[in-house]
């Protein structure tokens, strides 16, 4: 028997604007008796077909992959890597001497709900956020290889804390495809990285910072510079390139203080302008002397549900203040919130806040987002998750 999935009526309205989920209440009935990651076609109550997708327990039930009749087979995906490869290449971020560092894959806004895929040189790394994805990792692996045309060689699948909670699978990371490559120097134009797939957060590094990266290099020159939640460093080693008089980079993990060590000595060997300190953030602000002119703040989701966001916008308003309380006449702040239910203006208006209880006089000069190898599906506006300020403070 066909698995399907029969929507109530009037329920195919967000499909039929090619919204890519699903959730348990429009659905009338499941025939069939798919399993968690089945592909399963979507009809109306009419028995009108709609789009075929992977089905999964929880609240989102099938997240679609295709709304045109489509065989979820090699050529699917043959035809979703590619595209997003020529995406890639189109936006010049794929692998040349300088960089090679790069998101290949952001699910929904590369049509493939439910997987991630970022490009470490010579390895990628494959992450899974449904059953359906964990299912298919392996032909997607073998066809990653082939429409890459070599520029990979192995692939590591890591999706230990990323599986829906209650999924019943086996949640052991590894290599599929090949193993460490020997001698891969991972670079983000022109700055070494360092990067721990393996044991790390996300997959081993916070691509989607990096065009916020390269903007804080050319506003460095001169500056002293509070690089705060650092986690591999990236931001300090693009200020200390940049020109940056002093850099402290501060992060509550230990771990993140030891790579964004290992990440400055491997780009600057024997520069004395940097240090490293495994501090609360919070802590460090309160106690910290008045001696920066240049703030990151990027801080973890503060929200990852709706039923958090009031507190969470507090704690935006509350780490901003602390910056915009200490922080030098002239000087520059980076803040972020990469929370995705925290919207572009619920940021501004905590920052805003801060900014106003701490008296200070404050002009944005950019408005910051994740870069292109992140898209947004234009139906799927949720897929918009960072956003930033660059603010100057009088
Ligand atoms: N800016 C980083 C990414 C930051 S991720 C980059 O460009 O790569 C958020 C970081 O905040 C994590 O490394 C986490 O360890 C750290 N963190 C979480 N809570 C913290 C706290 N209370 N104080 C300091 N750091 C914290």
Request: net charge neutral; glycine share 8%.
């Amino acid at each position: 028997m066909q698995k399907k999935v029969i929507l109530k009526k009037g329920k195919e309205e967000s499909l039929q604007r090619f919204h890519p989920w699903i959730f348990s209440g429009a659905i009338v009935s499941i025939e069939g008796n798919p399993e968690e990651g089945d592909v399963v076609d979507v009809v109306t109550s009419q028995d009108q077909w709609l789009a075929v997708g992977h089905i999964q327990v929880g609240s989102i039930a099938v997240r679609i992959l295709s709304f045109t009749r489509k065989t979820i087979d090699q050529t699917f995906w043959e035809e979703r890597l590619s595209r997003a490869y020529d995406v890639r290449r189109t936006l010049g971020v794929t692998s040349s001497a300088t960089h090679n560092i790069y998101r290949l894959i952001h699910g929904e806004g590369d049509g493939l709900p439910g997987l991630v895929i970022d490009i470490y040189g010579r390895t990628a790394v494959v992450q899974a956020h449904s059953v359906g994805m964990h299912r298919s990792r392996e032909i997607i692996s073998r066809t990653l290889i082939d429409v890459m045309h070599g520029e990979i060689e192995s692939v590591y699948y890591k999706s230990e804390t990323t599986l829906p909670f209650k999924a019943q699978v086996e949640r052991a990371g590894g290599y599929i495809i090949g193993g460490p490559v020997e001698g891969d120097t991972l670079l983000e134009y022109g700055m070494k990285m360092p990067v721990d797939w393996i044991n790390g957060q996300k997959t081993g590094l916070f691509i989607d910072q990096r065009e916020n990266r390269a903007l804080l290099e050319r506003m460095s020159q001169g500056r002293t510079v509070l690089n705060m939640f650092c986690y591999t460093g990236g931001f300090s080693i693009a200020a200390l390139r940049g020109g940056a008089r002093l850099v402290h980079s501060v992060d509550s993990s230990a771990r993140a203080i030891e790579l964004t060590r290992q990440g400055v000595a491997v780009n600057f060997p024997d520069d004395t302008r940097h240090e490293a300190f495994a501090e609360d953030a919070f802590r460090y602000l309160d106690s910290m002397e008045p001696i920066y002119d240049l703030v990151v703040l990027d801080p973890p989701a503060f929200a990852k549900h709706k039923d958090a966001l009031k507190r969470a916008l507090l704690g935006y308003r509350r780490l901003n203040e602390k910056a915009f309380l200490k922080i030098r006449p002239g000087g520059i702040i980076f803040t972020f919130s990469c929370s995705q239910v925290v919207s572009k203006e619920q940021f501004r208006t905590s920052v805003f806040t801060a900014a106003a209880i701490a008296g200070r006089s404050v002009r944005i000069l950019y408005q910051l987002h994740q870069p292109a190898d992140h898209p947004v599906s234009i139906f799927h506006p949720e897929g918009e998750y960072l956003k930033g300020l660059v603010l100057y403070v009088e």
